[in-house]
């Protein structure tokens, strides 16, 4: 651990004390150097070391603030009383110590000091001039020297305030920074699962039945073997415009392509894929079809390419119909097939789409189809009302 070094070490608090004594003692020696009428009492040694005895503790007075206020004021006493030494323009040691009291000490005790240096201005005029303008001033440079103190301990309080809220702000963004990173990991892990998902189950389903299609019709075989190739190039396509959004990019490097995320106008392209070597799929349309924000036409084309995947590789259905209803207020997706029913179909994928669907606020629905037959997905997605209709 780095020691301080010497400009730290002549401004921390024992320093800062060392400095304050030793500027009250230059005050309080003024009046054993200065020249002195010949009316004057002498100045003696006796009296300069006493003075200087009840300097000193001012060092110590951030520690035990009450004890140095009555040396202090113990020492002053004994000045007055017992020697006829010159006197001080102002108890500059009892001033510095009552401030100390009222800045750091809690509040009975500093309220008992503030009563009994209060009280102990009255003998103390009284021994020496007796006059009202004596006392008022005293009890003025003692008020003074106390609120004072109190200002120091409010503006300290109130900088550790400031610096408290300092750091919770700092705290609270970093909590949100990760949360945010933690919501973006999930959203790429769900975008990677429901391309490379799909894509796979196609590629898996189109090359099994290759082989069959090699031996009784050729040019399915082909069809097949080219949907196989569609669909990979599909999904590196889609892997490689999402994860080069996540590069930076640096000088030299061509930059990661910008292209939007795919929405509904591109399910039919999706649904001819899934029909090479998959179930037949029939698309329908209800009501007024029209433009979707960019983010909630993903999240179209997501659910309907994740319940597609999900039917490939669970439902063995022959049929699959996918239906959009444009309604003023909401979006419903509707995925049903002719398959086996409900399965194993509560995975990732089924939770992906909850997923999407509640960013959105939406719901939704799955179970068995109508009449306990083959399996149905419908999703709910509020759509923002007064939007005008374009016509499919």
Do not use: C
Request: aromatic fraction near 6%; avoid cysteine.
């Amino acid at each position: 651990m780095r020691s301080p070094g010497p400009s730290a070490r002549l401004r921390g608090p024992w320093a800062v004390d060392l400095w304050i004594t030793l500027a009250v003692q230059a005050a309080v020696t003024m009046p054993f150097v200065v020249p002195r009428a010949p009316n004057l009492p002498e100045a003696t040694w006796g009296a300069s070391g006493l003075t200087t005895l009840t300097v000193l503790p001012l060092v110590a007075r951030r520690h035990a603030p009450v004890t140095v206020l009555l040396a202090a004021l113990a020492g002053g006493a004994l000045y007055t009383l017992a020697l006829d030494g010159p006197g001080q323009p102002l108890p500059y040691a009892g001033l510095v110590t009552f401030y100390t009291v009222a800045e750091l000490s809690p509040p009975r005790r500093r309220l008992a000091v503030a009563v009994l240096v209060g009280a102990a201005v009255f003998p103390s005029v009284a021994w020496n001039t007796g006059e009202a303008r004596e006392l008022l001033f005293s009890l003025f440079v003692f008020g003074a020297a106390y609120a004072f103190g109190r200002l120091s301990h409010t503006r300290r309080a109130y900088v550790a305030a400031v610096e408290d809220r300092a750091r919770q702000a700092e705290l609270g963004r970093r909590i949100e920074a990760e949360r945010a990173a933690a919501r973006e990991r999930a959203r790429i892990a769900r975008e990677m699962h429901d391309i490379l998902s799909h894509a796979v189950s196609l590629m898996i389903v189109q090359a099994e039945a290759g082989p069959v299609a090699v031996r009784s019709a050729p040019e399915r075989a082909v069809a097949a073997f080219d949907a196989i190739s569609e669909s990979g190039r599909d999904a590196m396509v889609q892997l490689r415009r999402m994860l080069g959004v996540l590069r930076e990019d640096s000088p030299g490097q061509v930059p990661a392509p910008r292209s939007p995320q795919p929405g509904p106008e591109e399910l039919p392209a999706l649904l001819a894929r899934v029909r090479t070597g998959g179930p037949e799929v029939a698309f329908t349309t209800a009501g007024t079809v029209r433009p979707l924000p960019q983010d909630t036409g993903a999240t179209v084309y997501r659910i309907v390419q994740e319940a597609l995947t999900n039917v490939v590789k669970h439902a063995r259905a022959g049929h699959v119909d996918v239906a959009l209803t444009y309604e003023e207020r909401e979006l419903t997706i509707t995925v049903r097939d002719d398959g086996q029913g409900p399965g194993a179909t509560q995975g990732l994928g089924l939770i992906g789409i909850r997923e999407r669907a509640a960013a959105h606020g939406g719901k939704v629905a799955a179970g068995g189809g109508p009449g306990g037959r083959g399996f149905e997905l419908v999703v709910g997605l509020p759509l923002v009302p007064g939007t005008e209709g374009v016509r499919p």
